[in-house]
């Protein structure tokens, strides 16, 4: 079946408090953060018409909004009541749903008293079934993760997302399904929209969140494990450490948690053998999103 293109479907999108016809929920080509990569925006999922970590969400939305200093004159309780209303006004019960804040088209100066600070949401439908069971083989990449310094990691602007666009077209164009990230310091930080865990001696390993994005998703499976009596130790990693780990998955919303059947580092391809803890928080996690 076509895959209908986002911005010719039919429905409702909820901007600026207002729900508007779908095809009709546009921006002026001027718009300051089309051009200045100037909004933050978050990925949530629902399952069966429950929204997974929804406060959670709209809670690091609006600390990424506050780090670029953009006061949005709604709240998250408005928001999450307008998250709610759009999934059924669209009749959407497995949906991706994406909030965003972005500043609107008044002036093209970087800054500018003028500039709105706008929001939305939009949801559409990607299905019920739980992810295939599939393994990835993913490669180290040159690209490094954005310094702190520079932009702050638990800032989830489009600002960052240039850099692991370019790290997976990269990682793709080479036969690879992502690419795993660096830190500014070399050390291992997260794939290019997930974070990433390995198991060690029965116990999770997952890099300090001081260069990564903070996932909802990781916190998560750090919860799961903890339930199951599995320990999680955040600490820095090297990737000449990368074959000492039994196990290795990566976590985010979209993804789930995705079994790492190989990394390649350098040419070298370093093989896990996810026969153990993986699938135990594969299923888990599938369980508990879907309760
Ligand atoms: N890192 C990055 C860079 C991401 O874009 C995402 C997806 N939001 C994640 C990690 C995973 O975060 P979460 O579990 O909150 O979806």
């Not at 479907?9 to 779908?22: S, T």
């Not at 999770?204 to 339930?227: E, F, H, M, W």
């Amino acid at each position: 079946m076509a895959i209908i293109p986002l911005d010719q479907r039919d429905g409702y999108i909820w901007i600026n408090g207002e729900f508007i016809e779908w095809k009709k929920a546009q921006i002026h080509i001027l718009t300051h953060s089309l051009h200045y990569s100037g909004a933050v925006y978050e990925g949530i999922r629902s399952y069966d018409s429950k929204i997974f970590k929804l406060k959670e969400h709209l809670n690091r939305l609006f600390t990424s909004a506050a780090i670029l200093k953009y006061h949005p004159d709604v709240s998250v309780e408005i928001m999450s009541l307008a998250t709610s209303k759009l999934l059924t006004l669209n009749n959407q019960k497995n949906s991706y749903i994406r909030p965003l804040i972005w500043r609107g088209s008044e002036s093209q100066r970087i800054n500018s008293g003028m500039l709105s600070i706008n929001t939305m949401i939009a949801c559409w439908e990607v299905g019920s079934t739980e992810r295939r069971a599939e393994e990835l083989n993913i490669v180290i990449t040159n690209w490094l993760k954005a310094h702190p310094g520079s932009l702050p990691p638990n800032c989830k602007s489009s600002a960052h997302y240039q850099i692991p666009s370019l790290a997976q077209l990269e990682a793709t164009e080479a036969g690879f399904d992502d690419a795993l990230m660096l830190d500014y310091r070399g050390y291992i930080a997260e794939c290019t929209v997930s974070n990433i865990f390995f198991v060690e001696n029965n116990k999770l390993i997952t890099p300090i969140p001081d260069s990564v994005l903070q996932g909802i998703t990781r916190s998560t499976i750090i919860d799961l494990a903890k339930n199951m009596g599995i320990e999680t130790e955040e600490r820095r990693i090297t990737p000449e450490e990368l074959n000492s780990f039994s196990e290795c998955f990566m976590t985010g919303t979209a993804v789930e948690v995705k079994a790492i059947k190989s990394i390649t580092h350098n040419g070298n391809k370093i093989q896990y053998n996810n026969n153990s803890i993986t699938p135990r928080l594969i299923k888990a996690y599938g369980e508990l999103v879907r309760k």
